[in-house]
Nanobody, 118 residues
Framework: QVQLVESGGGLVQAGGSLRLSCAAS????????MGWYRQAPGKQRELVAITSGGNTNYADSVKGRFTISRDNAKNTVYLQMNSLKPEDTAVYYC?????????????WGQGTQVTVSS
């Protein structure tokens, strides 16, 4: 099994910054991608940023403000969030995609709350 532990969420004023971390442990055979998603109250979970094979992709709403990075030696992915806005308020989830042969496995963290006050 694979465990994902997130940290770094909290309460911040608009314009501030936070850095989220997600450490993966357990039976990790091959990491295809790691990413961050978020879910605001009453809304569907949405992709924020993802990194795979050195490539990164961001939701349009966070481009230029958020940066995803990965430490392969530590099986850890980070999300640096700058210029935070109240609309960034959500529970942020880390996701790991592992591929073994032709089979994909997806693992989720427990989520960390990010609250941005105006």
């Amino acid at each position: 099994q694979v465990q994902l532990v997130e940290s770094g969420g909290g309460l911040v004023q608009a314009g501030g910054s936070l850095r989220l971390s997600c450490a993966a442990s357990g039976s990790i055979f091959s990491i295809n991608a790691m990413g961050w998603y978020r879910q605001a109250p009453g809304k569907q979970r949405e992709l924020v940023a993802i990194t795979s094979g050195g490539n990164t992709n961001y939701a349009d709403s966070v481009k230029g403000r958020f940066t995803i990075s990965r430490d392969n030696a530590k099986n850890t992915v980070y999300l640096q969030m700058n210029s935070l806005k109240p609309e960034d308020t959500a529970v942020y989830y880390c996701k790991l995609n592992s591929r073994v042969g032709s089979v994909n496995y997806n693992y989720w963290g427990q989520g960390t709350q990010v609250t941005v006050s105006s």
